[in-house]
């Protein structure tokens, strides 16, 4: 039996999919081409989040992590590897622009978590980025998993029960969906007479043909 130096698999694995222009749906995930990507092993602020400041008061988190992707990935090539799909079908990947780990930049920058319920790959440098006080660590603040629970738990309240996410159809026809922390949640309206509708599950959105809201769409 033929043995591969652990370097060989390491690069069968994470072979590179996509290197082209990306568009950013949030401070964790891109969309290029057809094919959406979830970043592996973090946790952004979602985009209409706010977090504390050292100082008193909140501060957007979330529309500034998401301005810090556009910064990384504007205007260069992003190249994605493929470890698989997550439960909404989109492509976990670490992206990079020009040999730069995008997503280690992010946590770098304390602009997103390490999402160390599933991976420890990047908990080191948000250890980093933990001690010195920057972006989310400057203040103890809510995590984007815990602001998803909360405002999913507030949705409900007036939508189908367990169903809160609204599949929205544009003016051109585009169907975008809004999850409860999406920060375009609260004035979308449906009307499902127009084919608007009620989803439970951002897969099930997903499969149904609607898209999640890209930023500056």
Request: charged share 25%; hydrophobic share 35%.
């Amino acid at each position: 039996m033929i043995r591969l130096p652990t370097a060989c698999l390491f690069a069968l694995f994470a072979l590179p999919v996509a290197a082209e222009q990306a568009r950013v749906i949030d401070g964790d995930t891109l969309r290029i081409g057809e094919t959406t990507y979830r970043l592996h092993g973090i946790d952004a602020p979602e985009a209409g989040q706010k977090c504390e400041k050292a100082s008193g008061g909140t501060w957007p988190c979330g529309k500034r992590a998401t301005e810090t992707m556009v910064e990384l990935v504007t205007g260069a090539d992003v190249i994605c590897d493929d470890r698989g799909t997550d439960d909404y079908g989109r492509t976990l990947s670490v992206c990079s622009v020009a040999g730069r780990d995008i997503i280690a930049a992010m946590v770098e920058a304390g602009m997103a978590w390490a999402y160390r319920r599933f991976s420890n790959d990047y908990a080191m440098t948000e250890d980093r980025a933990h001690a010195a006080g920057i972006g989310v660590w400057q203040a103890p603040t809510q995590t984007p998993w815990e602001y998803r629970t909360e405002r999913w738990a507030v949705a409900e309240q007036d939508s189908p029960p367990g169903c809160p996410i609204k599949g929205n159809i544009a003016k051109d026809g585009e169907r975008i969906y809004h999850a409860p922390w999406s920060p375009w949640y609260s004035r979308t309206k449906l009307s499902p007479e127009k084919g608007e509708r009620w989803f439970c599950t951002e897969g099930e959105a997903l499969a149904a043909g609607w898209r999640a809201p890209m930023w500056g769409s």
